[in-house]
Nanobody, 121 residues
């Protein structure tokens, strides 16, 4: 069973910081992209940031300069450091990974269960 498990969400005041963690577990041959998406009530899930296996990042314009992604390939972990949080950052944050489970398989997208981030004003 391959799983992505997030942690670190919570309630924080505007201007504060949170650090989200995501651990990939199970039988995984290799990891391609990893990252974070978020979904606010009544809105579509949107990209926050992704990082490729080579370290290339793609941040949403709304979080550039405030959020930083860290990838720990050895431990199959990805982190999201969120600084200068704004109320509009309030959403359920989902860990994402594109995984190759076996040498001969096709890579697939996997999602965590989500962790709530609430930013109060």
């Amino acid at each position: 069973q391959v799983q992505l498990v997030e942690s670190g969400g919570g309630l924080v005041q505007a201007g504060g910081s949170l650090r989200l963690s995501c651990a990939a577990s199970g039988r995984i041959f290799s990891i391609n992209d990893m990252g974070w998406y978020r979904q606010a009530p009544g809105k579509q899930r949107e990209l926050v940031v992704v990082v490729s296996s080579g370290g290339r990042t793609n941040y949403a314009d709304s979080v550039k300069g405030r959020f930083t992604i860290f990838r720990d390939n050895a431990n199959k972990m990805v982190y999201l450091q969120m600084n200068s949080l704004k109320p509009e950052d309030t959403a359920v944050y989902y860990c994402y990974a594109n995984l190759l489970l076996t040498r001969l398989s096709v890579s697939s997208d996997y999602w965590g269960q989500g962790t709530q981030v609430t930013v109060s004003s």
